[in-house]
């Protein structure tokens, strides 16, 4: 399987955006969450043997440029809009983890027949307060990766693509790319991610799968059921083995309940 092809996309706006884009068939967004794309995305490999993926990056991530253009929900989620039109692509099903879940719930709410379906992955947006979410933007690198991954040792070389952070070069490396990430992420995730979704939520009528590691320590798996809760016909799927990072920790089981549910 030949790895993913990057371009780069200008949208109406100014926002200049790396996407990765392989395989062919009906069109697949894939919004990544506050953490950003990895090194390694197999689980986009897995997708792309069945469907036409594209996996833009936000601005403030790896060479995508114009974060000062996007300042809160709304700007997040036309952005979102601004990256399909530019791909030239119609009704494309949207997948997005994390954050990019949060933002692909939005954009499906703003603009409810512009999309086929919807798969929400760990999705942040929501606020239960007997399941408070912890405070990412507080955290070292070895916490993080214990608050987003069932195996934290192999987490965090997974984030930091094997680097070595005892390493104070690597450290700092690592640290810049991180605060470059979560500046941006922070708009609307700092100091809790709730903008009020779940108000617009009854907007929403694509068919939607809502996608949870079992053993997510950072969004906790009850939050799947709100979701359920509050969009019309949703269907929850919990995956064993998996925490946070879903998408990176199960990929194989990751596109076979993606590919079941968009098939």
Same mark, same amino acid.
């Given at each position: 399987m030949a790895a993913l092809k990057s371009q780069t996309i200008e949208t109406k706006k100014g926002?200049?955006?790396?996407? @990765?884009?392989?395989?062919?068939? *009906?069109?697949?967004?894939?919004? %990544?969450?506050?953490?950003? @794309?990895? *090194?390694?995305?197999?689980?986009?490999?897995g997708l792309a043997r069945r469907y036409h993926v594209f996996a833009p990056e936000w601005p403030g991530y790896g060479e995508s440029a114009g974060?000062?253009?996007?300042?809160?929900?709304?700007?997040?989620?036309? %952005?979102?809009?601004?990256?399909?039109?530019?791909?030239g692509l119609r009704q494309p099903h949207l997948v997005g983890h994390s954050m990019g879940g949060m933002i692909a719930a939005e954009m499906a709410c703003l603009a409810p027949r512009d999309l086929a379906r919807l798969v929400l992955v760990g999705a942040a947006g929501l606020w239960l307060e007997e399941h408070p979410i912890?405070?990412?933007?507080?955290? @070292?690198?070895?916490?993080? &990766?214990?608050?987003?991954?069932?195996?934290? *040792?192999?987490?965090?070389?997974?984030?930091?693509?094997? &680097?070595?952070?005892?390493?104070?070069?690597? @450290?700092?490396?690592?640290?810049?790319?991180?605060?470059?990430r979560l &500046?941006? &992420?922070?708009?609307?995730?700092?100091?809790?991610?709730?903008?009020?979704?779940?108000?617009?939520?009854y907007r929403l009528t694509a068919e939607t799968l809502v996608l949870w590691g079992a053993s997510d320590r950072l969004i906790a798996p009850a939050y799947a059921a709100q979701w359920k809760a509050l969009i019309p016909g949703a269907r929850v799927q919990t995956i064993?083995?998996?925490?946070?990072?879903l998408p990176w920790e199960q990929p194989e089981a990751f596109v076979e309940a993606v590919t079941r549910f968009l098939a």
């Open positions: 926002t200049r955006c790396r996407v @990765l884009e392989g395989g062919s068939g *009906a069109p697949v967004v894939f919004f %990544h969450g506050a953490g950003g @794309l990895l *090194a390694d995305n197999p689980f986009l490999d974060d000062e253009l996007l300042e809160d929900m709304l700007d997040f989620a036309l %952005h979102g809009w601004d990256l399909v039109d530019a791909l912890p405070d990412i933007f507080a955290m @070292l690198p070895q916490e993080i &990766a214990e608050v987003l991954f069932v195996d934290p *040792a192999r987490g965090a070389a997974l984030l930091t693509g094997g &680097a070595d952070l005892s390493d104070i070069e690597a @450290l700092k490396d690592f640290y810049v790319v991180t605060q470059r &500046a941006m &992420a922070g708009k609307i995730l700092f100091p809790i991610p709730n903008r009020r979704l779940s108000r617009r939520l064993d083995g998996a925490g946070h990072m």
